[in-house]
């Protein structure tokens, strides 16, 4: 089926609103341990939810572009949004020494809710 880009554009943006919920509700869930943990794990998770940010804006929002440029905007997206994530991993581990774990959770669990919003939005269109 041949979506639209106003869908696509529309996806994007719930792809980063889910994101930003599973990072609050991962740091609320780490916030009983400890309020580093906590801060790690929203750390992890807003990184990978601006780094998706970050990629839809650079490949999506804008005029019709295109097969190439659209290509190399998606790869130049994904590559800003790689160095969002590690720059935050940089950031959290070697600097502000937040606690690794509580990090890597919040990173993981926001990656798979975009996975798991994206694998049901293409199950819905077939």
Not at 12 to 21: F, G, H, I
Not at 59 to 65: D, I, L, Q, R, T
């Amino acid at each position: 089926m041949f979506n639209s880009l106003v869908a696509n554009r529309r996806l994007a943006v719930r792809v980063v609103a889910v994101q930003v919920v599973v990072a609050i509700v991962v740091a609320l869930g780490f916030l009983f341990q400890d309020g580093r943990a906590a801060l790690a794990a929203l750390t992890g998770g807003i990184a990978v939810a601006m780094g998706s940010g970050l990629l839809a804006w650079r490949s999506m929002f804008g005029p019709a572009y295109s097969a190439g440029l659209a290509l190399a905007r998606m790869i130049s997206g994904l590559i800003l949004k790689w160095f969002v994530v590690l720059g935050a991993l940089y950031l959290s581990l070697a600097r502000w020494h937040l606690p690794p774990l509580p990090l890597l959770t919040g990173l993981l669990a926001t990656m798979a809710a975009s996975f798991l919003i994206q694998s049901s939005k293409l199950q819905e269109s077939k």
